[in-house]
């Protein structure tokens, strides 16, 4: 869909009033630590035809919830600071007396059916362009796509994070009464729209999951009658099977970074355990615990060489991690007042595992190092479970029981649990999962 992203000569950069603004020691930046208590006031600018207003106020739109959603940003009225233009030169003073720190400057063009979209930020105290201006390519309809790219670019130059707003979730939608729930599995972008449906809704189903690449779906399906995982391309919608065994129900699939293998729980005579298959010879499997005790909820590490799983081993429910062949296991939660621990998420960066947290209070979202230290909760509302990461590993989403009749949501927090926020969805939703950055 996106051709090329093409640098643009910063003609604002050249133009701006040399020496009419002193530059700032450091560059500009916010450094994301236990939360930024006053978000950066930034100035977007986009302009165009004059008959094509209504898409450059979406892409603006789409830019600005992007920003603002990570409760980093604080978007500035056009009306509260200079005149601003693709082309024009930057007025630093005029920007610099309305307390505004960035500028983003940007431009849409249409040739047929295509659009094109340059834009170029600006440090306004620094006095000068916060990295190269670019240019996105696309298809009109893409425009969303093309937003949410540039909101990208922003995020990472002012942050220095990685990018997470170009991405898809795949998730359980619900209808109906809680006592006969029909289930789908859907995709959207991250912030909810452009949901496509990939199930029948006479299927019930579970726990969808992402391939490394996106293109995949894994999800538990009930429609045997006996749980059985399995593939579903994104693009042509078609499902594949993956587990075929009637007399054992296999659930809770995971494929691995490299996308070689799958981890998945199977129960068999009453006994549930975590076991890897290999995705391109289905019929080599490996069980990698084995006794008496609950085993299931398997999470890779970014690295491929450990996995987090759900063991009820030791009594109560709790977080153990063990070699991807399936020794040396070793217990990390340990929860005061008989709290129980699950659905462990291994974050993309390796450096946190999230997990739900079960106890009297009801269930927290939380994370802690993969040896268990530092353990943190992030939500402080009682009814929340399985979380999912973000490519970037900054931010979570995980799903929330609404209101008297239990309704399933959607929400996302960041990691320190200052920005929690509900995904806007029509209908009930549960069990996301977070895919990889889109190409």
């Known amino acids: 869909m996106f051709r090329l992203v093409v640098p643009l000569v910063l003609a604002g950069a050249a133009a701006m009033l040399p020496g009419a603004v002193a530059a700032q020691d450091e560059p500009l930046r916010i450094e994301i630590t236990e939360g930024v208590m006053r978000p950066m006031p930034i100035m977007l600018h986009f302009e165009g035809p004059d008959s094509e207003d209504g898409l450059v106020g979406d892409i603006r739109s789409v830019i600005a919830e992007d920003l603002r959603g990570t409760g980093l940003f604080e978007i500035v009225s056009p009306e509260e600071g ?4 693709f082309d024009s030169a930057v007025d630093y003073v005029g920007w610099r007396m309305t307390q505004t720190e960035a500028l983003v400057a940007g431009r849409v ?18 006095g000068e362009p916060l990295g190269d201006g670019m240019q996105f390519d696309a298809p009109r309809e893409g425009w969303r796509r093309t937003a949410h790219k540039i909101a990208d670019q922003i995020y990472t130059r002012i942050t220095g994070e990685d990018p997470y707003f170009d991405s898809r979730i795949a998730f359980i939608g619900e209808t109906g009464p809680a006592t006969r729930r029909v289930k789908r599995v859907g995709v959207m972008d991250y912030d909810g729209a452009g949901v496509k449906w990939l199930t029948a809704p006479d299927d019930l189903v579970l726990s969808p999951r992402f391939s490394p690449d996106g293109g995949t779906v894994l999800y538990t399906s009930f429609a045997s009658g006996i749980p059985q995982i399995m593939s579903l391309d994104v693009e042509t919608v078609e499902s594949v099977p993956v587990t075929r065994d009637p007399k054992a129900m296999s659930f809770a699939p995971r494929y691995s970074p490299d996308g070689e293998w799958i981890a ?29 005790s609950i085993d299931t909820a398997p999470s890779w590490s970014p690295d491929g060489q450990q996995i987090a799983f759900e063991s009820d081993r030791s009594g109560g429910s709790q977080i153990y991690v063990m070699r991807a062949d399936g020794s040396a296991p070793r217990r990390v939660s340990f929860g005061e007042d008989g709290a129980d621990y699950g659905e462990p998420a291994w974050s993309p960066r390796g450096d946190r595992i999230a997990f739900t947290r079960h106890s009297g209070d009801g269930s927290q979202i939380g994370i802690m190092r993969p040896d268990g230290s530092d353990e943190r909760l992030l939500t402080t509302d009682s009814r929340n479970s399985g979380p999912s990461w973000a490519p970037n590993g900054r931010v979570l989403i995980f799903t929330r029981l609404d209101g008297e009749d239990d309704r399933p949501a959607l929400h996302s927090v960041d990691i320190t649990g200052r920005n929690m926020r509900p995904v806007a969805l029509s209908e009930a939703a549960s069990d996301p999962a977070w895919g990889p950055l889109l190409p």
């Open 82 to 85: 200079p005149s601003a233009g």
């Open 109 to 126: 063009s249409l040739t047929g059916d295509n659009i094109a979209v340059g834009f170029r930020l600006f440090d306004i105290f620094a």
């Open 264 to 292: 998945f729980s199977r129960e068999t005579a009453g006994n549930t355990d975590i076991w890897i298959m290999q995705v391109s010879n289905p019929g080599f499997v490996k069980r990698l615990t084995l006794g008496p």
